[in-house]
């Protein structure tokens, strides 16, 4: 097995790619050790010392470190625990997958939110998944949309220069209705 790094926008994550699917739909965020217990992966991966999050997509797994650790030295841990799983055959999930979708809002607003959430989809998701990460929409009150950001995403110093002049103008574009694009945290 060769599993690929790539490095993401946010100095403090690296994306492994294990050459196979890592989930079969959704995504998955655990934000800290204790959020890993269905997963036999991510518990894996909070073994390492330094491991501050874990992300996993369809075909790669996000690794967040803490801010002193340096990737040189955690690198060959995480590789290794990654390879030992798939080759233990255990599964990456316990139970139903932890997947991560759009919080569901209905209401007046309801096509703007279908428009919002189409978009989201279709051409940011996409383009955030390549950098390690993903966003998730939570809510849109009078012109505002909340968006929660996860993997890479989460804690990246670009985050606020993605979510103001790359979705939000992105969706001011096609949505007049939208105003302003906000983070949420979970």
Known sequence: ???QTESTPNPATLKFLPGQTVLDGGTADFP????????PLAARLFAVDG???????????TVTKDEPVEWDHIKPALLGAI?????????VMEGEQNKT???????????IVGQIKELLDTRVRPAVAQDGGDITFHGFDR??????????????????????????????????EVVEVRPVTV
Do not use: W
């Open 143 to 176: 012109g505002i949309v909340y968006l929660h950001m996860q993997g890479a995403c989460a804690g990246c110093p670009s985050s606020t220069l993605t979510l103001k002049m790359g979705i939000e103008n992105l969706l001011r574009h096609y949505i007049p």
């Open 1 to 3: 097995m060769f599993i």
């Open 51 to 61: 491991v501050k999050a874990v992300f996993f997509g369809n075909d790669f797994v």
């Open 32 to 39: 800290a050790p204790e959020a890993a217990d269905k997963s």
């Open 101 to 111: 979708e759009h919080v569901i809002h209905e209401g007046a607003d309801g096509e």
């Open 83 to 91: 390879m030992e799983h798939f080759q233990s055959g255990q599964p």
